[in-house]
């Protein structure tokens, strides 16, 4: 560029554009390049002729479009189905959903490769093949050129095929398969995704993570019909939600997403879920100081444990009245619940619950002031 003084020509314009943006500056000079590769193969005039009239396009976004533009449409259209795929670029599951044979589809990657669009990822993992986009904004263009149906029959076919692709090790694409059926028309898929990948940000003690998954479930759950189905689903995101946001301190909102748990376990009369709403409401009221509203809440969460004959669900409950009740200053009464659950759980062998149960023993003898005991 320099040789040829083309940059004299047009350097005031590219630093005042780009303003710093290598991307924009990258993006200006391919533009550069083809104009005058072309102006060499036709034989033009001098460079100061050819380049007078050149235009430089005012926004990063405008020159990447531009040139995804000028792309043969076989070509355009693998760029746009690839950017559903997201920045990376698998090329089994693309070949899946474009239905491509592999040597075709390569030498077509290869070719926007050439473009300067994707680039080979050579030490992908697992022995895969991926390609990647040169820059996140070539693939959010593409993306965004692509019709919203269009889109979105794209993200149900790519969810489909992970399903087939990795059935024996699903659990490892949840997240995956939330974003794409998040984004398709199948919105019992993806109420069942999301919430299977809250869960597991749950476990990972994610919580942040585990609460924007159960937002958008509960989003697509609000907007179907409320059959007894997803009156279900509703309440159990709305619960799993409102502990996470306890864990967190977000009490507030944790309270309203417990009551619209409760609520929906109510209309549908589900009383092993009521069970476990009204023992976590039981639980948040504890963890904030108030008491008597906590064991008010575990007792009627006890009531309906013992009606469905839920003993598990009862020994849990029983653990959390004598926690709340320790506290409460009650000690003698703290202590009969325990042993009441206590003994429930040497029954039914339930093992994690009497751990829990036997920790806050200890709480009881460190309280009287009998370490020993309490160790």
Request: glycine share 6%; charged share 30%; with cysteine.
């Amino acid at each position: 560029i320099k040789e040829n003084d083309i940059y004299q020509l047009k350097k005031d314009k590219i630093i005042s554009i780009a303003n710093g943006n290598p991307l924009f500056i990258e993006e200006i000079i391919r533009g550069i390049e083809k104009r005058r590769l072309s102006a060499d193969k036709d034989g033009l005039g001098s460079y100061s002729e050819i380049f007078a009239d050149f235009q430089i396009l005012d926004t990063v976004q405008s020159i990447a479009r531009a040139r995804i533009d000028l792309l043969p449409l076989g070509l355009k259209e693998i760029l746009y189905q690839a950017s559903v795929l997201g920045k990376y670029i698998e090329i089994k599951l693309l070949q899946k959903i474009t239905n491509l044979e592999d040597k075709v589809l390569l030498e077509t990657l290869k070719k926007l490769q050439k473009h300067k669009f994707i680039e080979e990822v050579e030490a992908a993992p697992l022995n895969k093949s991926y390609f990647v986009f040169t820059h996140s904004l070539i693939q959010e263009i593409a993306y965004n050129s692509l019709l919203f149906r269009t889109r979105r029959s794209i993200h149900t076919k790519i969810g489909l095929a992970i399903e087939e692709m990795y059935s024996s090790k699903i659990d490892a694409k949840v997240e995956e398969l939330a974003y794409h059926f998040k984004n398709s028309d199948n919105k019992k898929k993806a109420v069942f995704y999301l919430n299977k990948t809250g869960d597991k940000a749950q476990f990972l003690y994610a919580f942040k993570n585990a609460i924007n998954y159960y937002l958008d479930s509960i989003k697509i759950l609000e907007l179907m019909e409320h059959s007894e189905e997803q009156l279900n689903q509703l309440s159990e995101a709305y619960n799993k939600l409102a502990f996470s946001q306890s864990i967190i301190g977000e009490r507030k909102e944790a309270e309203i997403n417990f009551n619209k748990a409760l609520e929906c376990c109510k209309k549908i009369k589900d009383k092993d879920n009521e069970t476990l709403v009204l023992m976590n409401m039981g639980n948040l009221y504890g963890d904030m100081g108030q008491w008597d509203k906590a064991i008010e809440y575990l007792k009627k969460c006890l009531s309906i444990a013992v009606k469905i004959g839920n003993l598990k669900r009862k020994a849990s409950i029983l653990k959390s009245i004598g926690l709340a009740s320790l506290f409460k200053g009650d000690t003698s009464t703290g202590y009969f619940y325990l042993r009441e659950s206590i003994n429930i759980c040497k029954e039914i062998k339930a093992l994690d619950v009497y751990a829990m149960a036997l920790n806050n023993i200890g709480i009881y003898y460190d309280m009287l002031g009998k370490w020993g005991k309490s160790y």
